[in-house]
Nanobody
């Protein structure tokens, strides 16, 4: 069982930056693929980014490629999502997720554990 706790959300103006954190209760870097998803009001939850460090694979949604970066701190069992050049359409609740697989997937059904989410609001 892995518990995930997100933090770092907030209100930011368009063009600004935020860094989300996801603290895991277990050692994740060698075993789990870590992903970020988001859900905007009235929309389905969608994939943002995912990474498996041991496999050396990262994957980003086209909508965030070049603006968002997923990274991690092994010693802290923490995954980050650095979000730059934020747009109003990035407004959503952002969720961290983990799957016990080396296959980096954009399908939320592949993920076994989820955090509670953190709100990101980008004003125009």
């Amino acid at each position: 069982q892995v518990q995930l706790v997100e933090s770092g959300g907030g209100l930011v103006q368009a063009g600004g930056s935020l860094r989300l954190s996801c603290a895991a209760s277990a050692r994740i870097f060698s075993r789990y693929t870590m992903g970020w998803f988001r859900q905007a009001p009235g929309k389905e939850r969608e994939f943002v980014a995912a990474v498996h460090w041991r496999a050396g694979t990262a994957y980003y949604a086209d909508s965030v490629k070049g603006r968002f970066t997923i990274s991690g701190d092994n010693a802290k069992n923490t995954v980050y999502l650095q979000m730059n050049s934020l747009k109003p359409e990035d407004t959503a609740v952002y969720y961290c997720a983990a799957q016990a697989d080396t296959v980096v997937s954009d399908d939320q059904r592949s993920y076994d554990y989820w955090g509670q989410g953190t709100q990101v609001t980008v004003s125009s």
